[in-house]
């Protein structure tokens, strides 16, 4: 008879239904939204179940004045830094410039009532409308057809918001963790080398230029180009330069003068549009925006355009486009939040720029999402909700009402030197050196995206980037680390050897510790390691027995 307290009893195995029902809840649902309200009352739970969905109806009913005239401030002070760069933005998706300011009017609003963030100011981005721009420059001529290609940048947006709002409500959010933080700052790094490069064209008065933005092509057409170039614009694109590199050293020098940095880019508008209107600047070599009509967002519905031929570079632009602007704008968010001891939802953020991306395509705007620079202006400015996005939308309706034609005459030299400006500040060399200081492999991939955008094109930059990253997650887990672990002297806790050599080996008795669970990809690996460890331990165990025995004798 089997002596009890020698056998061991197993609990019945789950079902596999169970199990996947388990697995499926972790990864979509680890924050259990709706747990907090499962036992209330049938109407508290419509109540609270929209309020989760539509946040603006949990935060607006404890809104009160003294958070208001934050906010006002907050509002007016993105929008004197949303209005050149609107513009700017536009010009470098080689859009008409109403569009860049039409994009920072109904998209805040939207995003005032479905976001989470408090932080966040809504505004166009320049890696975005540069890939735009690129992708689709490849199918139609912004110059030969410039209709056509606006109607394209509208129904690439349209599908912007489609996959934005089906990953937020499929809840798909883990797909941005494949874009690592080493990721985003090589992709990052090298857009702004190549979008500063291409501000060449503006700084230099160039007429012709190429479409390319690879950085070779880019310097080859600036020097190709060397009979047109302006001195006229080259020393006032020095000179806004300069004011602008400066306003942005006194905000980092002190940080309570942030308005200095923000408005900066207002004040080049405005002394750029007086010296064009008063000194006749076009006779002297400096180009301007030209015409902006007044009025509000006309509907551009009937302007998407579903037609076979370019629904596929449509479709690649608003999928690509609206991954990388996610990413950015929620790690953006997440990271202001986190100062302020906040918390955000990833998969509310990216209904909610799905939802201002879709309406956006249809009231004549491009994409859009929460850009740093904008963000930062914007917690500075003293931001506490989001209603600062909607005194920006009032500022920029008025803008668009009564104030629009002023800036036809800001110069496109005064735009190059703020999108350059704002670019440089994009470049993190500290970040790169702080990478090759802790992970060569994460070097390695955030190398892959700078020098793979900077030489290629931020496809093959990016593909390049995440490939490297796939491919070290494959490592780990195919190739897991196995350490032998030893006792800690004078304790219950077991450490590496090789990192703690006091430790103590436990007598016949060899303790692995495996880097990855076990599964079939690496269990060959594995017990290859293990006998080959077992082998070196029972090597070791024998030769201590034969020295001990001839001590002995």
Known sequence: MTDSKHTVNFTTPRKFIKTFKKDCKETFFPDDPFGKFRHDKPLQKIKKTIQYFIPIFEWLPRYNLHLFRYDVLAGITITSLAIPQGISYAKLADLPPIIGLYSSFVPPLIYTVFGS???????????????????????????????LYLHLIYTSTF??????????????????????????????????????????????????????????????????NRNEWKWQSFVAGLVFLCFLQVARYVRQRKPNLFWVSAISPMAVVAVGCLYAYLGHGEQHGIAIVGDLKKGLNPSSIHYLNFDSRYLPATIRAGVVTGLISMVEGIAIGRSFAIIKNEQIDGNKEMIAYGFM???????????????????????????????ANVVQGFCMMLTLLFLAPI??????????????????GLINYEEM????????????????????VSFGSMDIGLLLSV?????????????????????????????????????????????????SPVYFANC????????????????????????????QC
């Open 117 to 147: 963030s408090n932080n966040l100011a809504v505004g166009t981005v320049a890696a975005c409308s540069l890939l735009m721009h690129e992708t689709l420059g490849a199918v139609v001529s912004s110059k030969d057809d410039p209709t």
């Open 159 to 224: 599908f912007t918001g489609i996959f934005q709002t089906a990953l937020g409500f499929c809840r798909l959010g883990i797909l941005v963790d494949f874009l690592s933080h080493s990721t985003i700052t090589g992709f990052m790094g090298g857009t702004a080398i190549i979008i500063s490069l291409q501000q060449m064209k503006g700084i230099l008065g160039l007429k012709n230029f190429t479409t390319r933005t690879d950085v070779v092509r880019v310097i080859q057409a600036i020097f190709h």
């Open 357 to 387: 991306n879709i309406i956006g395509s249809l009231t004549s705007c491009y994409l859009t999402t929460g850009p740093f620079s904008k963000t930062a202006v914007n917690v500075n400015s003293g931001c506490k909700t989001p209603m």
């Open 407 to 424: 800036f036809s005459y800001t110069p496109l030299v005064a735009l190059a030197a703020i999108i350059m400006s704002a670019m440089l």
């Open 433 to 452: 050196y702080h990478l090759y200081k802790v992970d060569k492999f994460d070097f390695a991939i955030c190398m892959a995206a700078f020098f793979g």
């Open 467 to 515: 490939g490297l990253s796939l491919l070290r997650a494959l490592l780990y887990v195919a190739r897991p680390a196995a350490c032998k672990l030893g006792r800690l002297p004078n304790t219950s806790l077991y450490r590496d050897t090789e990192q703690y050599p006091e430790t103590m080996s436990l007598e016949g008795i060899l303790v692995l510790q495996l880097g």
């Open 524 to 551: 060959s690996y594995i017990r290859e390691r293990d006998q080959t460890l077992v082998r070196l331990f029972v090597f070791a165990l024998c030769l201590y027995i034969c020295m001990h025995a001839c001590i």
